[in-house]
């Protein structure tokens, strides 16, 4: 799996960039793999602990993430700055789904789907990604002939899990932008994005 949704755009990056690393981990499970699944270089006292004692949630999913892009040819994560947007992350994501990306991310490999669709398969649809799809399926129709940066409508189908990972508060926050005319959707959702992700400079690092 490519990680090719990493920095493209504020907004774009709040919701794609998401855990776009392959995994064939169980991600029923929220066990304390998490916890060692960094073994391999990155993870305890490597590129990410915290010196001798176990590696926290967030720093062995991304020694995970790095460790696949190193044996997988897949596009460099960079570790610190993927643990620096651990605000960002909770900030996105809902909370059911977070410890479950944390350890899909953890044990990701070179096989599997991306985490965010394993992820998501779990979870049920809120009425505010429900809303959300609606929205953009409308926005679709109407500026049919707008391009926009922001891939906020993509993926569109509503048996699609990529949705139903994302935060209530997210989508709540970026609904008055489909009010507006077709050209100002990309500016509106950068603005209104901005507070969740001011923490990590607008990029979730990989996550």
Not at 21 to 26: A, L, W
Not at 149 to 177: E, G, N, R, V
Request: glycine share 12%; charged share 20%; aromatic share 6%.
């Amino acid at each position: 799996m490519n990680r090719y949704f990493i920095s493209v755009s504020l907004a774009s990056v709040a919701l794609i960039s998401a855990c776009s690393s392959g995994g064939s981990t169980d991600v029923t499970s929220t066990s304390s793999s998490t916890s060692t699944a960094g073994a391999g270089g990155e993870g305890q006292g490597g590129e990410g602990g915290n010196g001798g004692g176990s590696a926290s949630p967030i720093e062995s999913a991304c020694a995970g993430l790095v460790k696949q892009a190193t044996d997988c040819g897949f596009d460099p994560v960079d570790y610190q700055a993927c643990v620096s947007a651990e605000q960002c992350f909770k900030n996105a994501y809902r909370d059911d789904a977070e410890a479950l990306l944390l350890t899909c991310a953890a044990n990701a490999d070179c096989n599997g789907g991306p985490c965010r669709n394993q992820v998501g398969a779990t979870l049920g649809f809120t009425q505010a990604s429900t809303a959300h799809l609606q929205r953009c399926k409308q926005f679709k129709l109407d500026c049919s002939g707008t391009k926009v940066k922001t891939d906020i409508c993509d993926q569109l189908d509503s048996t699609d899990p990529y949705w139903k990972i994302f935060d209530d508060a997210l989508f709540k926050d970026i609904a008055p932008c489909f009010d507006l005319a077709c050209d100002q959707l990309d500016t509106c959702i950068e603005n209104a994005t901005k507070p969740l992700l001011a923490s990590c400079g607008g990029d979730l690092n990989g996550l």
